[in-house]
């Protein structure tokens, strides 16, 4: 089946440093990305859509100069948090979907970031 | 706007069935979905739907979806342990093509 696979799945980091989150489709391309942010015991929230070869998407209230998205080729899209800060700890899943079919979207594992 | 909306909690007997359901408010919904999740982990999508279709069935799995009432469910036959874990509705959107997801409902299989 369709696979997408993030990375890390776990960072701990000092306040004020750069992450980068990797979300790759690992056998089929996807023009679209997705990138959703879930706190505990919460549903997820999509934080902006990636599209290969042009511009991120964001979602009303999400910080474009925060989180940075790249999405250089058909099958990589890279989420970077910026200066992080403690309120920005929480788990980040990015979801691919496939540009044959179209749907549905496959998520990766997710990454946990903590900022201390 | 769109909204989904799913009970919180739901507590079975491993054997028995479980069904867990969802409300959605987007008529214009082309395809809906199930996802679960176990602690720590992403989403795995179990099965999904197509907004023209009444019934799918996948081995344990059943999606009953009455669009009139814009009433999605989920019927998990032989509940066992291992299908413990928070389950996520969720529609695509018709206007932009986004998932919109439900709160998730907790599913806790007793032995």
């Known amino acids: 089946g369709a696979v997408v696979s993030q990375h890390p799945s776990w960072v701990i980091c000092k306040s004020g440093t750069s992450v980068k989150i990797e979300c790759r489709s690992l056998d089929f391309q996807a023009t679209t990305m997705f990138w959703y942010r879930q706190f505990p015991k919460q549903s997820l929230m999509l934080m902006a859509t990636?599209?290969?070869?042009?511009?991120?998407?964001?979602e009303q209230g999400v910080e474009k100069d925060k989180f940075l998205i790249n999405h250089a080729s058909l099958t990589l899209s890279t989420l970077t948090v910026t200066s992080a800060h403690p309120e920005d700890s929480s788990f980040y899943i990015c979801s691919a979907r496939d540009r044959v079919s179209n749907q549905p979207q496959h998520f990766g594992d997710g990454t946990r970031l903590s900022i201390l | 706007g769109e909204d989904v909306e799913q009970s919180l909690f739901l507590s079975v007997r491993e054997g028995d069935s479980s069904v867990i359901n969802c409300t959605y408010t987007d008529s214009s919904s082309t395809y809906l979905y199930w996802y679960k999740q176990e602690p720590g982990a992403g989403l795995q999508l179990l099965t999904y739907?197509?907004?023209?279709?009444d019934m799918k069935q996948d081995q344990r799995l059943t999606v009953l979806l009455n669009k009139k009432d814009k009433h999605l469910s989920l019927r998990i036959a032989d509940t066992q342990t291992g299908d413990s874990a928070i389950y996520f509705c969720?529609?695509?959107?018709?206007?932009?093509?986004?998932?919109?997801f439900g709160q998730g409902t907790t599913l806790q299989v007793k032995p």
């Open positions: 969720a529609e695509r959107a018709g206007n932009t093509g986004k998932l919109i």
């Open positions: 990636s599209n290969e070869g042009s511009k991120a998407t964001y």
């Open positions: 739907i197509f907004s023209n279709m």
